[in-house]
Nanobody, 125 residues
Protein backbone atom coordinates (compact mmCIF):
# COMPACT_ATOMS: atom_id res chain seq x y z
CA UNK A 1 0.00 0.00 0.00
CA UNK A 2 0.94 3.66 -0.45
CA UNK A 3 0.87 6.02 2.53
CA UNK A 4 0.60 9.78 1.95
CA UNK A 5 1.15 12.53 4.53
CA UNK A 6 0.51 16.19 3.70
CA UNK A 7 2.13 19.13 5.47
CA UNK A 8 2.67 22.85 5.01
CA UNK A 9 -0.86 24.15 5.43
CA UNK A 10 -1.68 27.12 7.60
CA UNK A 11 -3.10 30.61 7.78
CA UNK A 12 -1.91 33.20 5.27
CA UNK A 13 -3.08 36.63 4.12
CA UNK A 14 -4.45 37.16 0.64
CA UNK A 15 -1.60 37.64 -1.81
CA UNK A 16 0.74 35.48 0.21
CA UNK A 17 2.30 32.11 -0.51
CA UNK A 18 2.44 28.61 0.93
CA UNK A 19 4.20 25.44 -0.15
CA UNK A 20 2.45 22.17 0.55
CA UNK A 21 4.37 18.91 0.74
CA UNK A 22 3.20 15.33 0.41
CA UNK A 23 5.56 12.64 1.64
CA UNK A 24 5.02 9.20 0.11
CA UNK A 25 6.03 5.84 1.51
CA UNK A 26 5.25 2.17 0.95
CA UNK A 27 6.02 1.64 -2.74
CA UNK A 28 8.21 3.02 -5.51
CA UNK A 29 7.37 6.73 -5.66
CA UNK A 30 8.63 7.25 -9.22
CA UNK A 31 6.01 4.76 -10.51
CA UNK A 32 3.13 6.88 -9.22
CA UNK A 33 1.35 9.85 -10.69
CA UNK A 34 0.53 12.41 -8.01
CA UNK A 35 -2.33 14.84 -7.68
CA UNK A 36 -3.64 17.59 -5.45
CA UNK A 37 -7.34 18.10 -4.73
CA UNK A 38 -9.09 20.48 -2.38
CA UNK A 39 -12.41 20.67 -0.58
CA UNK A 40 -13.88 23.93 0.70
CA UNK A 41 -16.60 23.98 3.40
CA UNK A 42 -19.92 22.84 1.98
CA UNK A 43 -18.46 22.01 -1.43
CA UNK A 44 -17.37 18.87 -3.26
CA UNK A 45 -13.76 17.88 -3.53
CA UNK A 46 -12.26 19.45 -6.67
CA UNK A 47 -9.20 18.90 -8.81
CA UNK A 48 -6.26 21.27 -8.39
CA UNK A 49 -3.20 19.82 -10.12
CA UNK A 50 -1.45 16.59 -11.17
CA UNK A 51 2.08 15.64 -12.13
CA UNK A 52 2.46 12.45 -14.13
CA UNK A 53 4.73 9.51 -13.29
CA UNK A 54 6.81 9.64 -16.46
CA UNK A 55 8.02 12.71 -18.30
CA UNK A 56 6.80 15.15 -15.68
CA UNK A 57 3.66 16.23 -17.55
CA UNK A 58 1.59 18.59 -15.42
CA UNK A 59 -2.09 19.53 -15.34
CA UNK A 60 -3.82 22.44 -13.59
CA UNK A 61 -7.33 23.54 -12.88
CA UNK A 62 -8.17 26.83 -14.59
CA UNK A 63 -8.76 28.43 -11.20
CA UNK A 64 -5.12 27.97 -10.14
CA UNK A 65 -3.20 28.07 -13.42
CA UNK A 66 -0.51 30.74 -13.31
CA UNK A 67 -0.56 30.88 -9.51
CA UNK A 68 0.15 27.29 -8.38
CA UNK A 69 3.03 25.04 -9.43
CA UNK A 70 3.22 21.30 -8.87
CA UNK A 71 6.58 19.55 -8.72
CA UNK A 72 8.12 16.34 -7.47
CA UNK A 73 11.44 15.24 -6.06
CA UNK A 74 11.75 11.51 -6.68
CA UNK A 75 14.90 11.29 -4.55
CA UNK A 76 12.90 12.57 -1.56
CA UNK A 77 9.66 10.71 -2.38
CA UNK A 78 7.83 14.01 -2.13
CA UNK A 79 5.42 16.02 -4.26
CA UNK A 80 4.99 19.76 -3.72
CA UNK A 81 2.36 22.36 -4.44
CA UNK A 82 3.73 25.90 -4.49
CA UNK A 83 0.82 28.29 -4.03
CA UNK A 84 1.38 31.97 -4.82
CA UNK A 85 -0.95 34.96 -4.97
CA UNK A 86 -3.37 33.19 -2.68
CA UNK A 87 -7.00 34.28 -2.60
CA UNK A 88 -9.69 33.76 0.05
CA UNK A 89 -11.45 31.37 -2.33
CA UNK A 90 -8.40 29.09 -2.12
CA UNK A 91 -9.37 28.31 1.47
CA UNK A 92 -9.91 24.55 1.71
CA UNK A 93 -8.54 21.28 2.98
CA UNK A 94 -5.92 20.19 0.47
CA UNK A 95 -5.50 16.47 -0.21
CA UNK A 96 -2.64 14.62 -1.84
CA UNK A 97 -3.55 11.65 -4.06
CA UNK A 98 -1.61 8.92 -5.87
CA UNK A 99 -2.25 6.45 -8.66
CA UNK A 100 0.03 3.84 -10.20
CA UNK A 101 1.42 5.18 -13.47
CA UNK A 102 -1.44 6.00 -15.88
CA UNK A 103 -4.51 7.90 -14.70
CA UNK A 104 -7.81 7.26 -16.48
CA UNK A 105 -9.18 10.77 -15.92
CA UNK A 106 -6.75 13.26 -14.41
CA UNK A 107 -9.46 15.46 -12.87
CA UNK A 108 -11.60 12.65 -11.40
CA UNK A 109 -11.23 11.74 -7.74
CA UNK A 110 -12.12 8.09 -8.36
CA UNK A 111 -9.14 7.76 -10.72
CA UNK A 112 -6.76 7.91 -7.74
CA UNK A 113 -6.35 4.91 -5.47
CA UNK A 114 -4.52 6.47 -2.53
CA UNK A 115 -5.24 9.58 -0.47
CA UNK A 116 -3.70 11.51 2.39
CA UNK A 117 -5.58 12.93 5.37
CA UNK A 118 -5.46 16.53 4.16
CA UNK A 119 -3.96 19.78 5.37
CA UNK A 120 -5.93 22.97 6.06
CA UNK A 121 -5.16 26.12 4.07
CA UNK A 122 -6.89 29.31 5.21
CA UNK A 123 -6.48 32.56 3.29
CA UNK A 124 -7.67 35.70 5.04
CA UNK A 125 -8.75 38.89 3.30
Amino acid sequence: QVHLVESGGGLVQAGGSLRLSCAVSGRTFSDYSMGWFRQAPGKDREFVSTIYWSGGSTYYADSVKGRFTISRDNAKNTVYLQMNSLKPEDTAVYYCAAEYRKIRVVTAIDSYGYWGQGTQVTVSS
